[in-house]
Structure formats: C-alpha cells, structure tokens
C-alpha cells in the first residue's frame, strides 16, 4: 500500500478496502482530534481539497457529507464548510447560570406562572380517596396508558376540534419523549428530515443525537413556501418532516388552512410523512384544523399539556397512523414499558372537573394581556407574533450585532434566546432573538424586560469599524 497524498493529518492510502471518502472523513476526524484543524476553521472548497489529493470533486463532496453527517463539519450556505464546536451546549432550555443575576427572564418556555397547588391536591386528594384504583394503578399497564384515561383526554382534545382517537393515541412522557419516540419509530442514523427554517430546539438537539440530518424549508408568514418544499423533497428526498403549525417556536407562525392543504398535497405527492407538533395548538381559542383532521393517513400528531397546563405534569401523547402501531407500542414499551398512571390520573381529574378549562382560560387572558403590553413597549420595532403566543421574534435592527445585543440585555439582567439555538446547523444565522413573554414571573417583570429592550433597540452602540 502506498500512501499518495497528506494534506494536514489526511492520509489517503491507494487500494485500501475504505472507499476513498470515507478515509477523507476519517482524515478530518483525526485532524480535529489531533487539533491540526480548530474549531470554528474554514475547511479547503471541494476544489482545492480535490486538486491536493488529487480526488475528484464528487470524492470530496461526499466525503465532506460524511463528515458532516457525523457532525465533525457543517456547511454554512454562501459561506463554506467549518469544523464544528461539539463541546456548545447551547441547546439545553434551561442554564444554570441564568437563574442567579435576572431581574426578567425571557428564556423560559412556559406558561405562565400562577398557583396551581390547590387543584393539584385537590386532585390528588380524589385519586387517593379511591384505594383498590390506586392500588390498581401501582401495577404495569399497557404501553399506551390506561383506556379509561386515555378516553378522557380524547374527548376533551376532541372537543377543542383535534381528531385523535382514544384506540390510536398514546400518552407520552411530554411532547419531547413523543419525538423521541416519533425518531426511533420513522428513522434511522443517516436519514435526512425536513424542518422549518427555525426550529425547536429540543428537536434540533434529539435529531442529532439520533445522527439525522435536518434540512430546513424556507418560510413566510404562513408557515414553510410550499415552492421551497417542492425543492427540498426532490433534492433530499426526506424520510420526514417535522412541523409545528399552530404558533410555531420561535416564530409564533400559524399556517392558515390554505397553506396546510398545500403543505399536505406536497407531502403526498413525494411520500414524505408529516410530523405535527401541535403542543401549542391549544392555546388559540379557534386554530385551523391540525393537520391529523385534514390527512390522519399521512400524520404523526404529538401534543401535550405542558403549554395549557403545567409542564411538570409531562404528560403528551403522539398518534401514528394505524399500519405504525404496532411500532408504537413496541417503541413505547422499550423505552419506559409505559408512563406513570398516576401523572394521566392526575390530568384526567383536572380534565374532568373543568380545572384544565380554567387554567387554560387563565393562560389565554394573561398572555392576551401580556401581549398588549408587548405592542406597547415594542410596537415600533420588527417583532412577529400573535395574540395567544408565548413568544416574540423580534428582528434587530442593523446597528445591533446579535452577541452585542444579547450580551447587553444580560448585562442589565434580561435574559433572551438567540437565533442561533433555533436555526439548523449550516444556515446562516440571523440576527434576531426570541422572548418568551409567558416566561417572566410577573407583569411587572415583563414590563422592566421590555422598557430595557426597548430602549436598547433605541440606542444601538456606536457603529463597529474595522480598519
Ligand atoms: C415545539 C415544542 N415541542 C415540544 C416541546 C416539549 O414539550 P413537553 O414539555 O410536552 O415535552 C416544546 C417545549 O417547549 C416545544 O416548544
């Protein structure tokens, strides 16, 4: 064997059984780990690299797909190919570090914060007064959770117009262990899905964890351009697409009937699943139909109660169409066997006796409020938004570089979420921040975030020249 080219740590040996992009992928590891290439570095285009190791072009692309599926590399579109910082950690919901300095915390994804200890007990209280129930509920239960409960639950989401039914829905541990479960069912490492332009980060996060490649679809105001869909399925040809219509984090987006259709049409016509995250879908009082009405042989719908209700309660649920049931229990059964009987009881008994109703209605008006506030203080800058949503996407002007920015707010103890957490790796980051409105523990709080944004937006920092 002979070795015919280095370049850095790259070794490419000629005849080897390895096919030659894979060495190449194998060269850029052992360069990042050796530290011959840094973090953050622009890698060779495809041309330079090819004409050194004396490749073909298409070589080097695949190899730099391979690396990137490992998540050594990312393509940054316009801008080339950089190694990765795997150490950021930038995805967790919640920092440790932030709890300590705020005087307004726009971070957290919530609702809002009002006492919900007395129907909490009050619930808890009736289940205990039942003991053979109890009792009952201290054994193992089918994976998707008691019958009895998981009809409670269906009818009350039936009732505010979402199609699922209580044969095919299964409780979950959260929205979040529902996409897990959603990834485990429908894909596999190296399999690429379809995401909007911005994303959830808790998506972002699992998919990687699981080595799925996500591409993201262009949006406008009505949600992913079903033109830019087209494009992305015949170039990718995804296994899936991961979608939130209603009230879409981070941007509060809600896809008009219309759009879904076409959304749906598209997802037909190429054979690409849909994935609806519709955990916000019950906080707008009357949302377009979710898109398991308009097509329940083509959806996975995920849903939860942590936005209406209380997210410590964890409890979700996920629907797949009938031939992947089976793939759900099996799933549902090796990762937990099932959820605990005592969280569905608990929310059954909230459902039942109107409390979930009222506490929903409480977190409508208060974030109604909120909003209100949020046009007042912010009106005049570039933030998108809708009245039920939790959060605010708010464009900066261009004076504001995106870390100056969110390195001032910190600096005066108002904590908000950059772009970056929320875009797809290998897209261009935008300068813009998301804040969570419900999050703040007071209006008086939200008020103090919003003055001080306000007026930073107002008096951006002297231009930044660079000689
Ligand atoms: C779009 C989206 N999906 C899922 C989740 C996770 O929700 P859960 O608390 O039900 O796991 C969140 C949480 O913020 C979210 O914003």
């Given at each position: 064997?002979?070795?015919?080219?280095?370049?850095?740590?790259?070794?490419?040996?000629?005849?080897?059984?390895?096919?030659?992009?894979?060495?190449?992928?194998?060269g850029?590891a052992?360069?990042?780990?050796?530290?011959?290439?840094?973090?953050?570095?622009?890698?060779?285009?495809?041309?330079?690299?090819?004409?050194?190791?004396?490749?073909?072009?298409?070589?080097?692309?695949?190899?730099?797909?391979?690396?990137?599926?490992?998540?050594?590399?990312?393509?940054?579109?316009?801008?080339?190919?950089?190694?990765?910082?795997n150490?950021?950690?930038?995805?967790?919901?919640?920092?440790l570090?932030?709890?300590?300095?705020?005087?307004?915390?726009?971070?957290?994804?919530?609702?809002?914060?009002?006492?919900?200890?007395?129907?909490?007990?009050?619930?808890?209280?009736?289940?205990?007064?039942?003991?053979?129930?109890?009792?009952?509920?201290?054994?193992?239960?089918?994976?998707?959770?008691?019958?009895n409960?998981r009809?409670?639950?269906?009818?009350?989401?039936?009732?505010?117009g979402?199609?699922?039914?209580?044969?095919?829905?299964?409780?979950?541990?959260?929205?979040?262990?529902?996409?897990?479960?959603?990834?485990?069912?429908?894909?596999?490492?190296?399999?690429?899905?379809?995401?909007?332009?911005?994303?959830?980060?808790?998506?972002?996060?699992?998919?990687?964890?699981?080595?799925?490649?996500?591409?993201?679809?262009?949006?406008?105001?009505?949600?992913?351009?079903?033109?830019?869909?087209?494009?992305?399925?015949?170039?990718?040809?995804?296994?899936?697409?991961?979608l939130?219509?209603?009230?879409?984090?981070?941007?509060?987006?809600?896809?008009?009937?219309?759009?879904?259709?076409?959304?749906?049409?598209?997802?037909?016509?190429?054979?690409?699943?849909?994935?609806?995250?519709?955990?916000?879908?019950?906080?707008?009082?009357?949302?377009?139909?979710?898109?398991?009405?308009?097509?329940?042989?083509?959806?996975?719908?995920?849903?939860?109660?942590?936005?209406?209700?209380?997210?410590?309660?964890?409890?979700?649920?996920?629907?797949?169409?009938?031939?992947?049931?089976?793939h759900?229990?099996?799933?549902l059964?090796?990762?937990?066997?099932?959820?605990?009987?005592?969280?569905?009881?608990?929310?059954c008994?909230?459902?039942?006796?109107?409390?979930?109703?009222?506490?929903?209605?409480?977190?409508?008006?208060?974030?109604?409020?909120?909003?209100?506030?949020?046009?007042?203080?912010?009106?005049?800058?570039?933030?998108?938004?809708?009245?039920?949503?939790?959060?605010?996407?708010?464009?900066?002007?261009?004076?504001?570089?995106?870390?100056?920015?969110?390195?001032a707010?910190?600096?005066?103890?108002?904590?908000?979420?950059?772009?970056?957490?929320?875009?797809?790796?290998?897209?261009?980051?935008?300068?813009?921040?998301?804040?969570?409105?419900?999050?703040?523990?007071?209006?008086q709080?939200?008020?103090?975030?919003?003055?001080?944004?306000?007026?930073?937006?107002?008096?951006?920092?002297?231009?930044?020249?660079?000689?």
């Amino acid at each position: 064997m002979t070795i015919e080219k280095k370049l850095l740590n790259i070794q490419l040996i000629a005849k080897a059984k390895e096919p030659l992009y894979r060495q190449i992928a194998d060269g850029i590891a052992r360069a990042i780990e050796q530290s011959d290439i840094e973090i953050g570095e622009k890698l060779p285009t495809h041309r330079a690299l090819a004409d050194q190791l004396q490749v073909t072009v298409g070589t080097v692309t695949r190899a730099y797909a391979e690396a990137e599926r490992r998540h050594l590399i990312e393509a940054r579109i316009g801008a080339g190919t950089y190694v990765c910082d795997n150490n950021k950690n930038h995805h967790w919901i919640y920092q440790l570090e932030e709890l300590q300095t705020e005087e307004c915390n726009f971070g957290y994804n919530i609702p809002p914060r009002f006492d919900r200890s007395e129907m909490i007990s009050n619930a808890m209280a009736k289940i205990s007064a039942n003991p053979s129930q109890l009792n009952d509920m201290m054994l193992y239960q089918p994976p998707q959770g008691i019958d009895n409960h998981r009809h409670i639950v269906c009818q009350w989401l039936n009732q505010k117009g979402i199609d699922v039914s209580s044969e095919q829905m299964y409780f979950t541990s959260g929205a979040q262990h529902a996409a897990e479960l959603l990834l485990s069912i429908f894909c596999r490492a190296g399999d690429t899905v379809l995401v909007e332009q911005f994303c959830y980060p808790g998506f972002l996060t699992l998919a990687r964890q699981h080595g799925i490649t996500l591409k993201s679809v262009e949006m406008d105001e009505d949600g992913v351009i079903p033109a830019s869909l087209v494009s992305a399925c015949e170039l990718y040809q995804p296994r899936l697409i991961y979608l939130t219509p209603t009230l879409q984090n981070p941007t509060s987006v809600t896809m008009p009937l219309s759009r879904r259709e076409e959304v749906i049409s598209v997802c037909r016509e190429h054979n690409v699943l849909i994935a609806e995250d519709d955990v916000n879908g019950l906080l707008p009082p009357s949302p377009p139909p979710p898109l398991i009405n308009l097509a329940p042989e083509h959806v996975i719908h995920i849903g939860g109660l942590s936005k209406c209700l209380a997210p410590g309660l964890r409890l979700g649920y996920i629907q797949v169409p009938k031939q992947w049931q089976q793939h759900l229990s099996t799933a549902l059964y090796n990762h937990s066997l099932m959820i605990s009987p005592l969280l569905s009881a608990i929310a059954c008994e909230l459902i039942v006796h109107g409390d979930a109703d009222r506490v929903l209605t409480t977190v409508r008006t208060e974030i109604q409020q909120r909003q209100l506030l949020v046009q007042q203080y912010l009106g005049e800058f570039d933030i998108t938004t809708q009245t039920y949503s939790f959060h605010v996407w708010l464009q900066l002007p261009e004076d504001w570089r995106l870390s100056d920015f969110i390195a001032a707010t910190t600096a005066r103890g108002v904590i908000v979420k950059s772009a970056e957490l929320f875009t797809p790796r290998g897209n261009h980051i935008q300068p813009a921040v998301r804040l969570a409105i419900s999050s703040p523990l007071n209006q008086q709080q939200l008020i103090f975030g919003l003055k001080t944004i306000a007026e930073l937006l107002r008096h951006p920092p002297l231009s930044h020249f660079s000689l």
